[in-house]
């Protein structure tokens, strides 16, 4: 898999994505993309951002032409020491997409996983989804925003 060595790749790169919110441009609650070249190598970021704030829900990001992809979920803070893994559940319109994952602090609280585009994501990023933790809802987030970008990061990396 090229680049994403350990789930925290994406955190640090979205720091430059989150440039926009930090400099105090208002961010409009939705989906955004960002690509990068990242020497030769086209970088998608696909993020959540929530209104107000500009702080980043969900993140999606994988490379041009490779099926690997990063699904990042920021949560508000770590677990307790020695937690289980939580379970991590997208649904949405009778489709699931579940795994579990460890809090991590990387530039924030998040959970996540290595996947690709199958069916079920594919179908999530297109309809919209609601996310759990630990059986807690976290948030909504819909496709009406950013419908063009989500097709972008889809076609960039198919699944295998």
Known sequence: MLGFSRLGFPAAL??????????????PEGWHLQEEDMSGVNDLFLAWYEPGSGDVAIAVNCQEGYADVVLTIYVDGPAAPGAKPATVVLEGAGTRFGFESEISDYNGYSVGTITSFGPELTALLRGGFAVSVGGAVLGEFGA????????????ACPAG
């Open 14 to 27: 979205m720091a430059g994505f989150l440039g926009t919110a930090a400099m105090g441009q208002e961010v």
């Open 144 to 155: 009406k925003s950013g419908k063009g970008e989500i097709d972008r990061i889809l076609e």
